[in-house]
Each structure stands twice: as C-alpha cells, then as structure tokens.
C-alpha cells in the first residue's frame, strides 16, 4: 500500500491560488494513477482530476478545468493540484487518491483504495 499525505491547503480569499500537493510514501508513486476528490460540509465526495502513472494523460472535471489543474512529479513521488481564481463554492476538505489499476482513470471514488486525509480550503469572500 501507498500512504498519502496531502498539503497546502489553507484560508484564501475570493480569485486567490493554492496549490495542494499529495506526497507518496511506502511505494514508487509512478505505479499508481492518481485522483483529487473533494468534500464539503453537509454534499458527498466529489472527483475534481485524475492523472495516469505517468502523467502522460490528465481528466479535469468541466465544472473546474479552467481553474484547477492536476499534475505530477514521480522522481519527488508526488502529485499536485494548483487552484486559481478560487470561489467561495470551492471550500472543502480535498483528498488524494492513488489505485495500482493503470489500465485507465476513472471518476469513481470507490475504485481508489489509497486515501489522504485530507487538507481543507477555505475560501473567503
């Protein structure tokens, strides 16, 4: 098993950036595809990108593609999310998630079997 531990989370305020990084420890990164999904308060878990093993190929949701943007790093065994022009409806726990299925990237969280704990947004306006 892979062990997750995102960062970089923290309170911004209305158009502002973060970027959320997922660092691997226990297993090579680079045989896992990995996800971002986010949660908040009181709605389900939601998938925001995914990204293959080798970072060849990324899937960003509609709803946020022209804001976020899912990337990797296998030689520091990480994974990030850069958000820009962040909005109020973007506050949320935002988890990573690894599956040693490569084959192709799915949306569905239950396929994931290696999760963060999260790191929270909050974005004020």
């Known amino acids: 098993q892979v062990r997750l531990a995102e960062s970089g989370g923290g309170l911004v305020q209305v158009g502002g950036s973060l970027k959320l990084s997922c660092a691997a420890s226990?297993?090579?990164?680079?045989?896992?595809?990995v996800a971002w999904f986010r949660q908040a308060p009181g709605k389900e878990r939601e998938f925001i990108a995914a990204?293959?093993?080798?970072?060849?190929?990324?899937y960003t949701v509609d709803s946020v593609k022209d804001r976020f943007r899912i990337s990797r790093d296998n030689a520091k065994n990480m994974v990030f999310l850069q958000l820009s022009s962040l909005k109020p409806e973007d506050t949320a726990l935002y988890y990573c998630?690894?599956?040693?299925?490569?084959?192709?990237?799915?949306?569905?969280?239950?396929?994931?079997?290696?999760w963060g704990q999260g790191t929270q947004v909050t974005v004020s306006s």
């Open positions: 998630a690894a599956t040693s299925d490569v084959v192709s990237m799915t949306q569905r969280a239950g396929a994931y079997d290696n």
């Open positions: 990204i293959n093993w080798s970072g060849s190929t990324t």
């Open positions: 226990g297993r090579t990164m680079n045989k896992y595809n």
